[in-house]
């Protein structure tokens, strides 16, 4: 009992302290003259009260309760950020039926004509030929495009009068009038046989097609004769001069038949040479077995310069065989144009940017404009050429032929054309930290159950919010915009198509998740919304003002899409990307000069090469000297090795080789870009990081592109921008911030710029050291950089599961066997055939499709008014394909356990 009580007088005596003033604590005193406690005692019952002298007994007594100490005052909430305003609203945006109902039918696998089969079956059975022996005459794949071939006065090419003789303009207005009606049906069918090519590639398709294009070549032959006869010169209408201009150029069709069939016969001869030319690798002896397409990886990862120069060297030599059908290349050349009207091929080449024709003069010099261009660009060109250059001291060792102030070898650019320098990105770009935007992209996209439509459809809302009109419902239920797995689709190159009949405008792409084909989505839109509103002009009006313009548009309209303030709004990157980092600028920037702007003078060089060369300047001797001479003029770079005039170094090149026409298309294209860009956004607006666009920002665009070609390229420039001639300012403009880290960095270092020097070369200390591969890395690659076997890797793709990227797809590596299921391939270590799966050869392969639907939401209800809030919205589901992902797996591994 006392020791309770002395519990509770501790207690108390501690509460007591809490409530009194806190005094000066007395001195200590020795122990024997300390006060004595008070001795207590307790009666039963009776209260007491503590006092200061201590506990103090008597009736009615009472122990005071001390107060309990005053709670402290919350700390006041912090009001959390608000999440910033999205620049669009789109809810504001009129939702509307997407043809998903179409789409999943669309989807489903082919069903198998069994009774075609089984007729085929008997027929081998009873004759060992599947071919039917009974049926005579000849047989079309295409009987429908066949069927227009003289159908009406138009194919007619006899009883022609001479040329220029029929000058009566009503006449011409009327014959016109009926080639437009004859050639939209020609047209048509070469849409509809494409289409079907395309997106099932058959043997029999491509029959169909390739019959169809024979057809319209037929047409364009004799319709090209037959508008010769027209004085064009007294026609008084602009619009019919045009139109008349455009049925009489022939261009290289003018040939006679043997030299057209030698025109073909000289570039396929240089096709197959650069397909089949093999060489040794360094030190390794016959048989060569080295292709072009085995030594792009080659290039990318070897750091021996000395391997890389044999290789170089090797294959230029190999495809020296070429050079005399380039020559005669060049010759017939000069002969079509002179047919067309044209001093030479340049000439007629330059025409579809000056305007000239047979009876008109260039509008504009266009070989002047491209130097002024130039001009513009090189200052940059040299500090991006100085960096690169120094940082290639470092990645190669400082190797043999590489100097700090004059032209590099061309073997060190990271692969074996040497145009792409970004192959070297990772190894030199200016700051470890990258955008998370393609990350944060795919996660939103993966957690609101997007499907590669959706990308579309939110695209379309944009350009909707923009002032563009709705597009016929006919786009959403014809277009492909992922790949079907149950046919074999060309999926490459993406594509807008006018199936030139009222309303039938499409899209092909096989998009997957991700930023790059998100950018597509809009890329191909604004090209569709280009078709769909020049559709009411004449048929021959019916095309954009230029290639160059499309394709300028299409790329202003893709960097678009990747403005901060956008994605935003469509709920793709969380509020932290809207300020965007200094660093983060500077490498994509970077990575994007290598990658595109770093070609720009070579376009230039290989043009004014070919000029040289029709015009007759360059002879056949000094072919390959010129070639090298110009490019270190424009470009800083030099051979591997001394000049052999025996070679043609740039046959190695597929722009010159493979592509026979102007490559400064590309140049004027990407100045474009800008030009369209700046006019397109505000005042002020930093165009590396682009803008929002609104309704009235794309009113000159949107009226430009009504008139289709029945302008120029150049009053389509002017009516978009304002300014009617090339202009390279504002590429600058949109570089500044990786320009300004260049001139410091370079100024830092002491880095010669330009490359006219004595070839002084880099002092140990001068060479810098590079990032090692991985270092500074991106982490795992997201879902639309990677690839699987037999999936395509043409845009750097990287391959998975034992495969690698032969420059177009995924194969297997060596010692393994390719097993085809379905549309799916897995390599093996064992031949499929011995364990009785197929013959080896993909005859006989295991059907499984993936039964997946993509589905968007029914349109909502169309709100009665109008709010300025964002909303959630009902994300789409996409329906799981787990079971036949289980299955495939569950096979794969019998397969490997068979194999094994």
Known sequence: MRIQFSLLLLIGAALLANTQEIKPKPELLPADEAPKDPEVSFSEGEPFELTDSGLDSSKNATIPVAEPAPEPEPEPEVAPTPE?????????????????????????????????????????????????????????????????VGSSDYWKTDLLQEAGSIKDEERI???????????????????????????????????????????????????????????????????????????????????????????????????????????????????????????????????????????????????????????????????????????????????????SSKNKKPVFDLKKQIDKIYSTIQPFYQLLHAYIRRQLSGIYSNPAGLSKDGAIPAHLFGSLEGGDWAAHYEQTKPFDEESETPEAMLAAFNSQNYTTKQMFVNAYRYF??????????????????????????????????????????????????????????????????????????????REPASPVISEAIADAFAHLSTNPHYLYSHKLVPSEHLEIKDSVIINKLYKESLETFAKLPFTIAADNWRYELFEGKVPAAKMNDRWWEIRSQYEGIRSPQPYNNSNLDALIHTAVSQVHSPATKTLISYVLKFQILKALCPEGTILSEGCILSEDTTEKLRETMKLGSSITWLKALEMISGKGELDAEPLLEYYEPLINWLRNTNEIDQVVIGWDGQGTPFTAEEIPKTRQPGDGGNGLPSEDRVAFPGGECVNGQECLLDSHCNGTICVCNDGLYTLEIGNTFNCVPSNPA???FGDGKGGLVIGLFNNEKETTPEPEPEPTAKTTTTSSKVPRVRASSTSSRYILALICSIFAVLFL
């Open 84 to 148: 910033p305003e999205p620049a669009i609203k789109f809810d504001n945006i009129e939702s509307e039926d997407y043809g998903d109902v179409a789409e999943a039918v669309n989807v489903q696998p082919d069903e198998l004509n069994t009774e075609v089969i089984e007729q085929l079956v008997d027929r081998f059975l009873n004759t060992g030929s599947i071919e039917n022996k009974d049926k005579k005459g000849p047989t079309y794949a295409n009987p429908v495009a066949q069927a227009l």
């Open 173 to 355: 207005k009327t014959w016109l009038a009926g080639y437009e009606v004859e050639a939209i049906k020609v047209l048509r069918e070469v849409a509809l046989s494409g289409w079907r090519y395309f997106n099932n590639a058959s043997p029999s398709a491509k029959m169909a097609l390739d019959e169809a294009e024979d057809v319209l070549s037929k047409f364009v032959r004799s319709t090209s004769m037959q508008a010769k006869q027209f004085d064009v010169a007294s026609v008084s209408d602009e619009n019919t001069k045009r139109q008349l201009g455009y049925i009489a150029f022939e261009g290289m069709s003018a040939l006679a038949p043997s030299r057209f069939e030698e025109f073909g016969q000289a570039q396929a001869t240089i096709n197959r040479d650069l397909k089949d030319s093999t060489v040794c690798d360094k030190d390794v002896p016959p048989p060569c077995a080295l292709q072009k397409i085995d030594m792009d990886s080659i290039f990318r990862n070897e750091k021996d310069p000395s391997r890389l120069q044999h290789l170089w060297v090797s294959y230029v030599t190999s495809i020296a065989k070429s050079k005399q059908a380039y020559s005669n290349l060049i010759q017939i050349s000069n002969e079509g144009a002179k047919l067309n009207g044209f001093s030479d091929a340049g000439a007629m080449w330059r025409s579809a940017f000056d305007m």
């Open 464 to 541: 909707k919010s923009a002032g563009f009109p709705k597009l016929p419902k006919t786009f959403w239920t014809s277009s492909i915009f992922a790949r079907v797995w149950s046919k074999d689709m060309i999926c490459q190159p993406a594509a807008a198509l006018d199936m030139r009949a009222a309303n039938d405008f499409r899209v092909k792409a096989c998009a997957q998740l991700g930023e790059p084909d998100f950018e597509l989505a809009h890329s191909l839109l604004i090209q569709t919304y280009y078709q769909f509103l020049y559709k009411d002009q004449s048929l021959l009006f």
């Open 834 to 836: 011995d364990s009785g």
